[in-house]
């Protein structure tokens, strides 16, 4: 069983920068796809960042140019580095994972961006 451990949430005024990490332990097979989702209420949860093993990543196209998605391969971890950050980045942020066929998810982490 995947266990992922975000972390790096918070409050923070716009124009702002904040650093997310997720980790990732139990993993009997080598992690593929890591990734950057949120939720802000009353919407669905949506993409914000991924990024593969070989290093290839893509982005939500309200992200682009602000957030950089990096990894960790030998700590298992993703990060999501945010800049500029706007009123309309406040959300649950969750990590996810694949791994072979699976797919796990974090508890989430709340940001909050102040306009």
């Known amino acids: 069983q995947v266990q992922l451990v975000e972390s790096g949430g918070g409050l923070v005024q716009a124009g702002g920068s904040l650093r997310l990490s997720c980790a990732a332990s139990?993993?009997?097979?080598?992690?593929?796809?890591m990734a950057w989702y949120r939720q802000a209420p009353g919407e669905q949860r949506e993409l914000v960042a991924a990024?593969?093993?070989?290093?290839?990543?893509n982005y939500a196209d309200s992200v682009k140019g602000r957030f950089t998605i990096s990894r960790d391969n030998a700590k298992n971890t993703v990060y999501l580095q945010m800049n500029s950050l706007k009123p309309e980045d406040t959300a649950v942020y969750y990590c996810?994972?694949?791994?072979?066929?699976?797919?796990?998810w974090g508890q989430g982490t709340q940001v909050t961006v102040s306009s």
């Open positions: 139990g993993s009997r097979f080598s992690i593929e796809r």
């Open positions: 996810s994972v694949q791994v072979h066929v699976w797919t796990y």
């Open positions: 990024i593969t093993s070989a290093g290839s990543t």
